[in-house]
């Protein structure tokens, strides 16, 4: 994974100079700091979600896999989960992508 990351920073860059600043950054002592929040309500969000994951990891912890859903019988219950997870799909999704990586060759 970190060498398809390394990888894609040469690849994306405009420059060698531009890919050899953002390696630079990448292994910046910034790496250690604690991030600093920009959006208090997508931390929210992002936290609760969080929160909601690791309750359920909890719940069905006697299960083969932590997220499995057959367990509620209650039709309406799982289709919340379902759309809830769809919704948090598209709420996080990133509006703006750049063009895909290999359009460039």
Do not use: H, K
Not at 24 to 40: H, K, Y
Not at 80 to 90: E, G, I, N, Q, S
């Amino acid at each position: 994974f970190l060498l398809t990351v390394l990888a894609w920073v040469a690849f994306r860059a405009d420059s060698l100079g531009d890919a050899l600043t953002i390696y630079g950054t990448m292994a910046s002592s910034s790496l250690f700091e604690f991030p600093l929040v920009r959006d208090p309500r997508g931390m929210a969000i992002a936290g609760s979600c969080i929160a909601f994951m690791l309750l359920l990891e909890w719940w069905n912890r006697e299960r083969q896999y932590g997220l499995q859903l057959d367990a509620v019988t209650a039709r309406p219950v799982r289709l919340l989960c379902y759309y809830a997870t769809v919704f948090m799909l598209f709420a996080f999704a990133p509006m703006d992508s750049g063009q895909f990586i290999y359009f460039q060759f």
